[in-house]
């Protein structure tokens, strides 16, 4: 008895075969994954370039003929949609607010328009500036005015779709108005 449990013990054959079946449900799930997290990456590339793109577009009009209209708002934000695609544009919430700088450390809303979600409230005390911005004033004296724009994509991965929430891919920034001190939207602020 104990010379067959020694030759079985020292027996080699069929390991091979064992470590992969041991292995490959391992190997095909990291495959899967890649696939996921590949997705993810290209969603929130897209998401940074949709959010260049809203802040790029918006900043460019200026106080004439009232700056921006309700369509022109529809049309930038529809922006955002097509570089999101070929991903859905059904997870996307975007913003474009326009903030009034009273003081390096006060500021407001000045307007805002939502796509999917709820723009902020005109008037109300605008969360805090990054410190970049309330070391030196941005547009030289006050009240300074910036177009902050955001998107938030819920991104909802393929394999574990039923475990995992989805994930909250997104991104913002702050840019200062082209060509005039601030962009008007529906006539507001009335002047700058």
Do not use: H
Request: net charge positive.
């Amino acid at each position: 008895m104990t010379r067959r449990c020694r030759r079985f013990i020292r027996s080699t054959r069929g390991v091979a075969a064992i470590e992969f079946a041991i292995l490959a449900p391992m190997l095909l799930l990291v495959l899967v994954e890649t696939f996921d997290i590949g997705n993810a990456v290209a969603v929130y590339m897209k998401v940074r370039s949709a959010t260049f793109a809203l802040a790029a577009i918006t900043n460019q009009y200026s106080t004439g003929n009232s700056g921006i209209q309700s369509a022109d708002m529809t049309a930038i934000t529809g922006s955002a949609s097509a570089i999101l695609s070929p991903y859905s544009s059904t997870p996307v919430t975007a913003k474009i607010t326009q903030i009034e700088m009273t003081s390096a450390k006060k500021a407001k809303v000045s307007w805002s328009y939502a796509l999917n979600g709820t723009a902020y409230a005109a008037k109300s005390s605008w969360k805090t500036l990054p410190s970049q911005l309330t070391a030196t004033d941005p547009c030289g004296s006050y009240p300074c005015y910036l177009i902050y724009a955001e998107i938030s994509y819920a991104y909802k991965p393929i394999l574990f779709s039923t475990i995992v929430n989805a994930l909250n891919l997104s991104d913002n920034l702050y840019v200062t108005p082209r060509s005039s001190p601030c962009v008007q939207y529906q006539g507001v602020p009335s002047a700058c």
